[in-house]
């Protein structure tokens, strides 16, 4: 779907569709001839829950406003359209309340795209197999990946690198990706085109956020790459901002554990040799990167598995003597939440947190200045059960005592906590964690991501169903 020129522009309209992308600067960075549309859709930054339920962090009307835009403008002029970590986390029911999406917006205009749709999900037997042949290994997860874990997961994807989207690319244009490597979302149009790697990667790492790379920083707005044969430059669509050698700097540094060597699907991007110019007073000239192959293929994969349920009551304080003495306070609310809960009934299983924000709130056990206390505390009572009963039981009682309960010098006997809502308890359904965050080596990198071809149906209904073409 790609024609060859001595150059690619790529434009990113936002930095994550759904937040909004404001119409006049899209229009801008239309107005600049783009070859490729690209938008990365997902996170995990969120955090489990999205993964685990199954569900958007992104607003289903928001989503649609900003697809809408960027398929319109794509039909319209016949480009490529690579969209990436669809429905937040890319799991396949996100996937499904996307192509939904999809297919209301291609009704309702009369759109009709060659589309491919790659999911992303980690077959669970696969997985398996994978430990047996010592193939999978650690990421940022303190515990080792075993088969009691793998089934735990409600949801397991990987995350794709360049390969699969480009040989999506070969047939449609449109490409619905599962959970996808930002930057191989942005790069993977121009790799194909045969542009270095390490200026492809280089400049996918950079597109991924829109003009996060651009001063001021605000918004949602986008950023239009253009790669050349030794060098990419770099400018934002809307009119108030800039890019200067030190804001796209900043963004290459972005997310990063070393600000020189990057792993990623398939190689190692390594920027000690790289060179940020200043092109023109909008626009930065990135050049110099240089990319290593690595000799295994491997990918990012993610799980997330339900711990209980979750109930949760704010309140604070600017009581100064509760605030010294939190420390006792805190060990007394436990010990009367243990007193009253234990004879209630069996199995009651629940942990209680209490987060206090102007100590410790952000970092906890790590706040090195948790003695620097301010006028007042806003503290978070947290308590998730192995049911939702359970857990609102147990919050009810904690909250009770995080009102009553007593420490050294308190003259009153009530008023010493402010809650700002009423009801106070809010239940926050199922709550997960991340028990999948580990490296896996691939044979070949389309080894987790079958490919879903359609042949320009305005609705999509039957993408993903038997009459769907698979290639594997």
């Known amino acids: 779907m790609l024609v060859g020129t001595s150059s690619l522009r790529i434009f990113t309209p936002c930095g994550m569709l759904g937040y909004g992308i404001p119409e006049d600067s899209f229009h801008r960075g239309m107005a600049r001839d783009p070859d490729v549309l690209a938008v990365d859709a997902g996170s995990t930054d969120p955090g489990p829950y999205y993964l685990g339920a199954g569900v958007s962090f992104t607003n289903r009307e928001m989503v649609k406003r900003d697809l809408t835009l960027v398929l319109r403008a794509g039909y319209e002029r016949g480009i490529p359209i690579v969209i990436g970590s669809v429905g937040g986390s890319g799991a396949r029911p996100h996937v499904a309340w996307f192509l939904e999406i999809v297919g209301e917006i291609n009704h309702e205009h009369g759109l009709r795209f060659p589309t491919a749709v790659i999911l992303s999900d980690v077959d669970r037997d696969v997985l398996k197999q994978k430990l047996r042949e010592h193939a999978v290994g650690g990421l940022d997860l303190d515990r080792e990946l075993t088969d009691a874990?793998?089934?735990r997961s409600t949801n397991i994807v990987a995350q794709m690198g360049a390969e699969p989207i480009m040989a999506a690319l070969e047939q449609a244009q449109l490409v619905i990706c599962g959970r996808a490597s930002d930057p191989?979302?942005?790069?993977?149009p121009a790799l194909m085109r045969g542009?270095?790697?390490?200026?492809?990667?280089?400049?996918?790492?950079?597109l991924e956020c829109g003009a996060a790379a651009a001063q001021p920083r605000h918004g949602t707005d986008g950023l239009l790459g253009v790669i050349q044969s030794d060098c990419f430059l770099v400018e934002p669509s809307s009119p108030a901002q800039i890019c200067s050698v030190e804001s796209v700097a900043a963004h290459t540094l972005y997310e990063r554990a070393n600000p020189i060597r990057s792993s990623w699907p398939g190689g190692v991007l390594?920027?000690?040799?790289?060179?940020?110019?200043?092109y023109d007073d909008r626009t930065v000239k990135i050049s110099g990167s240089s990319y290593s192959p690595s000799d295994e293929y491997l990918v990012k994969i993610e799980g997330a598995a339900r711990t209980g349920y979750r109930t949760i009551t704010i309140a604070g304080t600017r009581d100064p003597v509760l605030q010294r003495e939190f420390p006792t306070y805190e060990q007394n609310?436990?010990?009367?939440?243990?007193?009253?809960?234990?004879?209630l009934q069996e199995g009651v299983d629940y942990r209680l947190y209490l987060h206090v924000y102007g100590r410790d709130g952000v970092m906890g056990a790590a706040e090195p200045a948790r003695e620097a206390l301010g006028h007042e505390l806003g503290i978070v009572v947290e308590v998730i059960g192995r049911t939702d009963t359970i857990s609102r039981q147990v919050l009810a009682t904690a909250r009770?005592?995080?009102l009553h309960s007593t420490y050294p010098g308190r003259k009153a006997i009530a008023g010493n906590l402010a809650f700002p809502f009423s009801p106070s308890d809010v239940s926050m359904g199922a709550s997960y964690e991340f028990n999948v965050y580990h490296l896996v080596r691939l044979a070949h990198p389309l080894e987790f991501f079958p490919i879903y071809y359609d042949d320009a149906s305005p609705s999509l209904a039957q993408l993903m169903s038997e009459r769907a073409v698979v290639v594997r």
């Open 184 to 188: 191989a979302v942005m790069g993977a």
């Open 333 to 343: 609310v436990r010990a009367r939440v243990t007193k009253v809960v234990a004879p």
């Open 149 to 151: 874990e793998i089934d």
């Open 400 to 402: 009770s005592a995080a």
């Open 195 to 206: 542009f270095p790697p390490a200026l492809a990667v280089h400049l996918g790492k950079i």
């Open 270 to 278: 390594d920027l000690s040799t790289t060179r940020f110019e200043q």
